[in-house]
């Protein structure tokens, strides 16, 4: 685990420390903005596969992220629940992703799930890196600011094999170094509450707002 200057800190990392001039990043489309200034400061490309809205509901061609990795890709961003779309990958759609990137086996996974809590209509989200054998490739990234409502405290972390966490904490510590050790005191002693009733509020606000109108 490497705890980073909120989760941005983490992203900021590990596609500095993964990616060169010239080297690609694929990524889902729309996306989170801020990944396209991170992957523009490593001077890197972005490649994307898009997501397109039918039947009510965001989907993605598994051809079409097939054709979006190459040789030169060094990073596939994966972001579940998705922003801005809402959209929550299934298993089964992660098991296709799975199926694809089995056939660029140097492509490692930077999965940014900082919005893990947000789930409604009874579904479950499912860490991209217990699918498979996708722990070996996989970085997932989390917020704590954005868990316990606090975005400003800026504390966040990633969590991986050795391996790859070491990449992006050689980066972590010549820029960020160390911060907010009164934040990361707090988010320890906050994680044991996590399953409390607090994560239930948002549902509970969209029942209510239903109920209203």
Same mark, same amino acid.
């Given at each position: 685990?490497?705890?980073?200057?909120?989760?941005?800190?983490?992203?900021?990392?590990?596609?500095?420390?993964?990616?060169?001039?010239?080297?690609?990043?694929?990524?889902?489309e729309p996306c989170f903005p801020?990944?396209?200034?991170?992957?523009?400061?490593?001077?890197?490309?972005?490649?994307?596969?898009?997501?397109?809205?039918?039947?009510?509901?965001?989907?993605?061609?598994?051809?079409?992220?097939?054709?979006?990795?190459?040789?030169?890709?060094k990073l596939f961003l994966f972001?579940?629940?998705?922003?801005?779309?809402?959209?929550?990958?299934?298993?089964?759609?992660?098991?296709?992703?799975?199926?694809?990137?089995?056939e660029f086996p140097h492509v490692?996974?930077?999965?940014?799930?900082?919005?893990?809590?947000?789930?409604?209509?009874?579904?479950?989200?499912?860490?991209?890196?217990?699918?498979?054998?996708?722990?070996?490739?996989?970085?997932?990234?989390?917020? !704590? *600011?954005? =868990?316990? +409502?606090?975005?400003?405290?800026?504390?966040?972390? &990633?969590?991986?094999?050795?391996?790859?966490?070491? $990449? !992006? *904490?050689? =980066?972590? +510590?010549?820029?960020?170094?160390?911060?907010?050790? &009164?934040?990361?005191?707090?988010?320890?002693?906050? $994680?044991?509450?996590?399953?409390?009733?607090?994560?239930?509020?948002?549902?509970?606000?969209?029942?209510?707002?239903?109920?209203?109108?």
């Amino acid at each position: 685990m490497l705890i980073t200057q909120g989760a941005n800190g983490s992203l900021h990392s590990y596609i500095g420390a993964l990616v060169n001039e010239g080297d690609e990043i694929c990524m889902f489309e729309p996306c989170f903005p801020m990944y396209f200034d991170h992957t523009y400061l490593s001077r890197g490309t972005v490649k994307q596969a898009h997501l397109e809205y039918r039947d009510g509901d965001w989907r993605f061609d598994p051809e079409n992220l097939r054709k979006s990795l190459s040789s030169k890709t060094k990073l596939f961003l994966f972001n579940n629940p998705h922003n801005p779309t809402g959209k929550l990958f299934s298993r089964e759609e992660m098991e296709q992703i799975t199926k694809v990137l089995d056939e660029f086996p140097h492509v490692v996974v930077l999965s940014d799930e900082v919005y893990e809590f947000l789930t409604f209509d009874g579904r479950e989200h499912t860490l991209f890196a217990n699918i498979g054998n996708n722990w070996d490739r996989t970085i997932s990234v989390f917020s !704590g *600011g954005k =868990l316990f +409502n606090a975005t400003g405290w800026k504390v966040g972390w &990633a969590i991986g094999p050795k391996k790859l966490i070491r $990449l !992006g *904490g050689i =980066l972590n +510590n010549t820029i960020f170094y160390c911060f907010n050790v &009164a934040g990361q005191e707090a988010m320890g002693r906050s $994680l044991a509450h996590v399953e409390a009733e607090y994560l239930g509020s948002g549902k509970t606000y969209i029942e209510t707002i239903k109920q209203q109108f």
